[in-house]
């Protein structure tokens, strides 16, 4: 399982968060845990394997956004039930 972060530019509230969490959902449909900050201006997801980073950084551009920065980092489940 793989955290992928997009630092995302031209957020500005709720709505361009939805807006951006809806586009990853359909570029990337097994994405899970979908959340985007405005204020941090980021858009975080997992997904188990890699992501084709062209095809979402086009989507991305195509809505009026910009993503500057996508990061990928293994995930591990923390918690009780993550050991």
């Known amino acids: 399982m793989n955290k992928i972060t997009l630092k995302i530019e031209g957020m500005a509230c709720n709505m361009c968060e939805a807006h951006m969490n809806e586009t990853v959902?359909?570029?990337i449909p097994e994405a899970r845990k979908v959340t985007s900050s405005f204020?941090?201006?980021e858009t975080v997801?997992?997904?188990e394997g890699e992501i084709d980073r062209n095809k979402l950084?086009?989507?991305i551009d195509a809505t009026g956004y910009t993503c500057r920065e996508?990061?990928?980092e293994p995930y591990k489940k923390k918690g009780l039930f993550g050991l």
């Open 45 to 47: 997801f997992l997904v």
């Open 70 to 72: 996508i990061i990928s």
């Open 57 to 59: 950084i086009s989507a």
């Open 39 to 41: 204020r941090k201006g």
């Open 25 to 27: 959902r359909k570029v």
